[in-house]
């Protein structure tokens, strides 16, 4: 296998973008990335593109010729493929273009994350949501994604004692670490108690505990390491990339406190990278809900079963802190087009190992990783990045 | 959705019919047609439980799609059945009734229709014991 680099980045602004469609995302976020890299569509040998649910919010399919098709890139010909793992088809799409240049299949590849979820109401885009999990015997019987992690909320609660205001301060970190970002979709900041006096929508969870509905576009440039300087002076290398998979009903799981599926795939990325949670600089996990980040920061092993509360609420995850979290503003604040925000996350963590990511800059980050779940927990994708 | 789709679901909706894998003994419900731990080994046969659990944990749902606002709000929880297996499944109660290991039985009742002039679905439910 060869080893991989990232040379260019590409993500567009993350928000209610009503005057923009799917493809005018995608193609703003490649032709982003192409320009960082100096790559030109002539050089492009293969695409990836992550994306949920093209289907349910715009009624289309066939995802991977359209975005090649729009990209200018049928002129070639090139293999264009959509990937789908729920919330985590940005992390597979990254992860399915590594392998493709690391076995030596293809030298330039774009993987690239999509989506467009505005073009429904709230309602729609809740039940296209409720199709991460298991549509027969989970969501036809009245679950919804925020109650499903609502019920994990409740079970970390009740068995390891994390507080509301724990939960809160989450969300209160990653709003301030938004309000540092200019692609954020919020960039206010907000206080425990703009959480905890939001209106309820799965008890314990409210609505400052989810993340919102957004549209938005990531892409990277992969190539081999050993022709990264031909395309930048400052590339990234891809120290591992690991994906597990469980069941995909919470209630088949071994446990509701923990994903097992984070464990298993940082046990594999961090085994592939040869390298120690403690020499991780900067990480941008999965806060779907504000409970999924403190199960995150605890199953990736940053921390111990039952302190990812205590340690958010001392301040260890923010921007300064012993291990900033989601310096992007996660998927909270910075927004979460589901199938982009795999890929965004990379970016983040690029921009952070490069030194441009400005007033949240984490000084000295040399080492990254992005942690990127489908569902409840049904597909994990790890990925570790170093300069 | 066909009303094919929704008699194929009766058994395993209305009547609480899972499988058994007699290799290992171990029960499934929703109904599995391989064994994970046996897989070709196993021996699956279908079996009826008894409708008796306890609630793992629960949630209220207070903002839910378009075919549950009618009933918001609504007690969502995962059950262990005696048998072994856990599922999703709504608690018929107050939100204020319920709590982690409560004791609940089976019962039937509508879970949803299919739009105004749509099939009305009906499966279980949970109430406390």
Redesign the interface.
Known sequence: MREVAIVGIGCTKFGEMWDKSFRDLFIEAGLMALSDAEVSGAQIEALYGGNMSAGMFLEQEHIGALIADYSGLTTNNIPSTRVEAACASGGLALRSGIIAVASGYHDVVISAGIEKMTDVGA??A??AL?SAA?R?????????F???Y???A??HM?ELGTTREQLAQVAVKNHYHGSMNPRAQFRNKITIDTVINS???????RLFDCSPITDGAAAVVLVPAERAKEFTDTPIYVKAAAQASDTI????RRS?TSIDATTIAADRAFKMARLQRSQIDVAEVHDCFTIAEIMAIEDLGFFEKGAGGPVTLAGDTAIGGKIPINTSGGLKACGHPVGATGIKQAVEIVEQLRGDAGKRQVDGAEVGLTHNVGGTGGTVVVHILAR | MTVPRFWRKIPNRYNLIGTKCENCNTYYFPPRIVCPPCRRKGVIREYAFEGSGKIVTYTTIYSAPESFTKMTPYVLAIVQLDEGPRLTTQIVCDPSEVKIGARVKSVFRKLGEDGPDGVIYYGTKFTLA
């Open positions: 309602e729609k809740m039940d409720a298991d027969e015997w989970e969501a036809e019987v009245g679950a919804t925020p109650g499903l609502a019920m994990m409740r079970a009740h209106p309820l929508v799965a008890d314990p969870l009903s919470l209630h088949d509701l």
